[in-house]
Nanobody
Framework: QEQLVESGGGLVQAGGSLRLSCAAS????????MGWFRQAPGKEREFVAG????????RYADSVKGRFTISRDDVKNMVYLQMNSLKPEDTAVYYC?????????????????WGQGTQVTVSS
């Protein structure tokens, strides 16, 4: 059974950087695509970035394009989200998700497995 465990969240000042990690375990067919989503208090969960496990194609939300980078390590079964030039509006709980589609979708319902989330707080 696919399991996802996020780490790397924390408190950072505006303009700073954080790297989130997601450790994936379980059958590889269940994670043809991986995504990072976030949810701020009182807001809907939103897509941040996604990557196709085989091939490495990526996709980003407009709000993070040029600041965030998603990557994966096939050997370690890890997915990362490098976040640079952080802004207070990036404050949220960040979730790692795995999906069976071999394409990146921004719709959370297409992802089957989710991690427990990690808090990112950006102070102004």
């Amino acid at each position: 059974q696919e399991q996802l465990v996020e780490s790397g969240g924390g408190l950072v000042q505006a303009g700073g950087s954080l790297r989130l990690s997601c450790a994936a375990s379980g059958p590889t067919f269940s994670r043809n695509s991986m995504g990072w989503f976030r949810q701020a208090p009182g807001k809907e969960r939103e897509f941040v970035a996604g990557i196709v496990w085989r091939g490495g194609s990526t996709r980003y939300a407009d709000s993070v394009k040029g600041r965030f980078t998603i990557s994966r390590d096939d050997v370690k079964n890890m997915v990362y989200l490098q976040m640079n030039s952080l802004k207070p509006e990036d404050t949220a709980v960040y979730y790692c998700a795995a999906g069976r589609l071999s394409m990146i979708t921004t719709t959370s319902s297409w992802y089957d497995k989710w991690g427990q989330g990690t808090q990112v707080t950006v102070s102004s």
